[in-house]
């Protein structure tokens, strides 16, 4: 590396809420090609510190940006949101978007770390070097009233009054239509007292080659335009998510009924097309982002995401196109995680009999921001009913909107997610659904397990970069890696980012490991495995087969390094330059 | 597993591009599998101990692109930078390597997803499947082929060949085979309803393929049934277009071209200009090669004709229009529908050739075949001109 830093600022900002101290730290080189930035510096400071509980103000939220951010790299400017999940015990991070990252970045810094615990409570306001805690007579607003009250200025990323009130599945809503929506990462920063941060910077990041930053570009991008999920006339620009809707109810994978059911018989009313015709609506994105997938509608209400879109309508009963609308409206306003929510609502509607109404539905989702009986998540609730096997969720965190019945790497990918039930730590969607970069037999395991490790790694480091995960049905780590020379000078090759990318996931495995975790809590709610999807056209859908998913699981934790019981080695600890911990390795 | 590696080396022979026993094609999850046993599994056992991939493709490619290769690598050096949209987009350029041993692979693999070691053949990895291997493979003997012959174009118009160049020129083309000229007889229209579309779209796509006027995966199909476009999907394989195909309405009442061929766009254009039904896309290789054939010197838009060409050109009347693979400012949905509407078939430049039909395919397979085989008199005409 250089004498100059080109891409990091080569600072971060340690705050604390209890005595109000600020510091800047200054990673060492080394730890920044080690872990990149994003996610995996997230985890490098979380990791001392892993196993605090949500009250307990050593616990950091980490607020982390990469190497690409803020400069030309197209869709580099999404941040990185971690810290220890309320919702399951286990680490969480989240990649959210909007302008955060770019501002932080610009104001000078790699990230922030935030401790201890407000008295009273307080806001964090960043204006390049002039950091201030101050009080606020914010707390208790819904994110848009923040966002209205602060003006579209600075970045802003708030709480509502989910996380206010002790609700688990509660979401840190970032420049009014993004959020970091899963694991509750609200509700750690709401222990914390801190209602909001915003952020302004006005500086430049220092790129090292300008003009093979702009060749990168032009291969990705051209990749891009290659790209018929992407920039094709059906495409995430010109549809947003939504655009899956039709495709996972054609493939009978669209969860129904908690995953009772495959396929929602009003699902072809409901899809993407229908919504673009309902709210007229145009196009957002995030900062540096070309393909725009955000869709926000005429009256200002943000158009649902896939998953929302799903699960508010198949999952729970509902072929309300408004309901879902005003539904989504409500969770961002409130400060909720729309799949935990609608998840959590399907837990409760199989287990009571009870079908939504309009208001029953509303009033539901008021009952969960306001940290009532519902708002602890779908697993405590069923657990409460003695039925734990009716929520739908991994290590706690409740399934997205890919039946596992209809792609099998999706299933492995769900029961192996560091963080729970999430779709996108391998999102083996892309070649099972998708065909990118070729297809795969969506209902084999053969081959999977190691798919599944490589994607992994690969999403740590695009969300290390940090980088959006989309980009990646088209372009591939070969051209990011030529955009992360051209901007840190520092001379890299896929394999060589991918090496990091197994480092990255394999400290978030030691962290759970830490926390408890082992190869029973890899795996999948046992419905998937006794009861059929809804077959037809062609299409049958089985029961997974359980002892083939145990035995790609055990291949995975052979590919990964694991022992037979997915807990971390000391082997493959010292071999990716891990710290060792005698309570997590073996 | 075993039986992916076993099917990709069967289609690297069927389609012509290795000889019978000769690809190795590994594939890993747990444990390491190859399609067959070779004294060179060993040493390329070890590439998957440095690089995160789950499956190899090594093989000495069948004549003439051996000698293409082996030509090309001499000549180049180090890397190889072809200009056809294949390699502009997915391979960026075609890394050499001359020593055959596991490290000398990773190095190379490291950086781009395929590299040719003279007198060895051609290695490719996957991350998912070997058909990831397979395209390039694939895609890599294409560029390779199309670059020779366009080189020994401009290097004859400027007076520059050599007798090295001269004798592995002859070499080589006395080694093509003769070019096809029977017709395949596709299934007939009207197609009245989704199953005769579906199963003429499948007929229409294998031979396509059998006729070599596509390599790898790449090239699409579609037909048009009131409104609605059936479309291969993106990524999909010619010859195996069951249950690879989607029905997209006109009407954008649904999403399901997400899946579809990226020249969605520009089909359904031509579509709307004209009351064709069928729409045939492949990459032959003498129509890529006459589209990048162009006598003009000084151009300032050289090296950028894919996207800025401002010239009319043609072959034998056959429109060629610039244009990227996909949608954006630069892509070929803006130039190629006014083209194909016009004339019923277009080359776009560096890529492949665009051919459109009345009722069934027939008559669009007709066009295709008939395109590539004039441009290949053509090519041999014109070199015979400029070397006398």
């Known amino acids: ?529 006794t009861e059929h999807g809804t077959s037809g056209g062609g299409v049958e859908i089985k029961p997974l087969d359980r002892d083939e998913f145990l035995k790609a699981r055990a291949n995975y934790y052979a590919v990964r390094g694991l022992d037979d019981d997915g807990r971390p080695t000391e082997e493959t600890t010292r071999r990716l330059g891990l710290e060792l911990d005698s309570g997590a390795v073996q | 597993m075993k039986n992916l590696c076993e099917k990709y080396a069967g289609k690297l022979i069927r389609q012509g591009l290795c000889a019978e026993g000769e690809p190795l094609i590994a594939g890993l999850d747990a444990e390491l599998i190859w399609n067959r046993e070779d004294d060179r599994n060993a040493e390329l056992a070890k590439v998957f101990d440095g690089l995160s991939i789950n499956s190899l493709v090594c093989a000495r490619p069948a004549e003439p692109y051996a000698t293409i290769i082996d030509f090309l690598a001499e000549r180049y050096g180090d890397v190889i930078r072809p200009e056809d949209t294949e390699t502009r987009t997915f391979l960026h350029d075609i890394r050499i390597t001359h020593e055959f041993s596991a490290n000398a692979i990773i190095n190379a693999l490291s950086k781009r997803k395929a590299v040719i070691i003279p007198g060895q053949g051609i290695v490719s990895y996957g991350t998912v499947s070997p058909e990831q291997g397979f395209v390039f493979y694939s895609s890599t003997i294409f560029a390779c082929f199309v670059l020779f012959f366009s080189d020994y174009m401009t290097a004859a118009r400027r007076g520059e060949l050599d007798d090295h160049y001269r004798e592995t020129f002859k070499t080589v083309v006395g080694q093509l085979a003769e070019p096809k000229t029977t017709l395949p007889d596709l299934i007939h229209g009207p197609l009245d309803n989704e199953d005769e579309v579906l199963a003429a779209m499948a007929v229409a796509g294998r031979a396509v393929v059998e006729y070599g006027l596509v390599d790898s995966f790449f090239g699409n199909i579609s037909y048009r049934l009131n409104d609605t476009v059936y479309i291969s999907q993106t990524g999909s394989s010619l010859d195996e277009l069951e249950g690879c195909i989607d029905p997209c309405r006109m009407d954008g009442s649904t999403t399901h071209g997400l899946t579809a061929s990226s020249e969605l766009s520009a089909h359904e254009d031509v579509y709307r200009r004209t009351d064709d039904l069928c729409i045939l896309h492949g990459h032959p290789k003498f129509s890529v090669i006459m589209s990048m054939d162009c006598p003009k010197k000084n151009c300032e838009n050289r090296g950028q004709c894919h996207i800025k060409c401002t010239e009319c050109r043609t072959v034998e009347g056959i429109p060629i229009v610039p244009g990227e693979v996909g949608t954006g400012p630069t892509g070929l949905c803006n130039t190629l529908p006014p083209a194909v509407a016009t004339s019923g078939v277009a080359i776009v430049h560096g890529h492949g050739l665009f051919t459109s039909g009345k009722v069934d395919f027939n008559g669009a397979f007709k066009r295709l075949l008939e395109t590539e085989n004039m441009c290949r008199k053509l090519y041999f005409e014109r070199l015979a001109e400029l070397t006398g």
């Not at chain 1, 848009?144 to 688990?168: C, E, H, W, Y």
């Open chain 1, 1 to 529: 590396m250089s004498d100059t830093l080109f891409g990091w600022t080569g600072k971060v900002l340690h705050i604390d809420l209890t005595t109000h101290e600020m510091a800047a730290q200054y990673p060492a080189r080394a730890l920044y090609k080690k872990y990149i930035g994003g996610k995996g510096l997230a985890g490098y400071y979380l990791r001392p510190y892993c196993t605090c509980e949500t009250p307990d103000p050593d616990l950091p939220l980490l607020i982390f940006t990469g190497p690409l951010c803020g400069t030309a790299a197209p869709t580099s400017g999404r941040s990185v949101i971690m810290s220890r999940s309320p919702l399951t015990g286990a680490i969480c991070d989240s990649s959210v978007g909007g302008k955060l990252a770019t501002m932080l970045k610009r104001a000078g810094w790699d990230g922030l770390i935030i401790t201890g615990k407000a008295a009273t409570p307080c806001a964090i306001e960043i204006s390049d070097d002039d950091i201030r805690i101050r009080e606020t007579d914010l707390w208790g607003n819904t994110c848009d009233m923040v966002f209205d009250k602060l003006g579209d200025a600075a970045s802003i990323a708030t709480i509502g009054p989910a996380a206010q009130n002790g609700t688990r599945i509660a979401s840190i809503a970032v420049d009014r239509y993004h959020a970091a929506g899963r694991g509750g990462l609200g509700r750690v920063m709401a222990e914390k007292n801190l209602k909001y941060i915003s952020v302004k910077g006005t500086g430049k990041i220092r790129v090292h080659d300008e003009a093979a930053l702009k060749k990168a570009r032009e291969e990705i991008k051209r990749l891009t335009a290659a790209s018929p999920v992407l920039l094709g006339q059906h495409g995430f620009a010109n549809y947003g998510t939504g655009a899956m809707y039709d495709l996972m109810d054609s493939r009978r994978m669209m969860p129904t009924d908690n995953f009772r059911q495959t396929r929602f018989s009003d699902a072809p009313k409901l899809n993407a097309s229908a919504y673009k015709a309902a709210y007229k609506p145009h196009s957002h994105g995030c900062e540096g982002c070309h393909i725009r997938c955000k869709k926000v509608a005429e009256d200002g209400r943000s158009i649902p995401e896939f998953e929302t879109m799903s699960h508010f309508t198949a999952l729970i009963g509902n072929s309300d196109m408004d309901l879902v609308m005003k539904a989504n409206d409500i969770c961002g306003r409130y400060g909720l995680d729309p799949i935990s929510a609608a998840s959590t609502l399907a837990c409760y509607r199989e287990i009571t009999g009870e079908d939504f109404t309009v208001g029953s539905l509303i009033k539901a989702l008021h009952i969960i921001a306001d940290g009532g009986f519902l708002g602890k998540g779908s697993l405590d609730f069923a657990q409460s009913c003695r039925k734990p096997e009716l929520s739908m969720s991994v290590k706690g965190m409740e399934l997205p909107a890919y039946d596992p019945r209809g792609a099998y790497g999706m299933a492995l990918a769900y029961a192996l997610s560091t963080r729970g039930g999430c779709h996108q730590r391998a999102y083996p969607i892309s070649h099972e659904i998708l065909r990118k970069p070729v297809a795969t037999d969506r209902f084999s395991f053969s081959g999977k397990a190691r798919i599944v490790k490589i994607s992994e790694d690969q999403n740590a480091v695009v969300d290390s970069l940090t980088a959006c995960k989309f980009t990646f049905l088209a372009a591939s780590l070969e051209e990011y890696a030529k955009a992360f020379t051209a901007v840190t000078g520092i001379p890299t090759t896929a394999q060589r980012l991918l090496e990091a990318g197994e480092r990255i996931n394999y400290n978030e495995r030691i962290m759970n490991s830490l926390n408890g975790f082992e190869g029973c809590d890899d795996d999948l709610p046992p419905r998937f495995f």
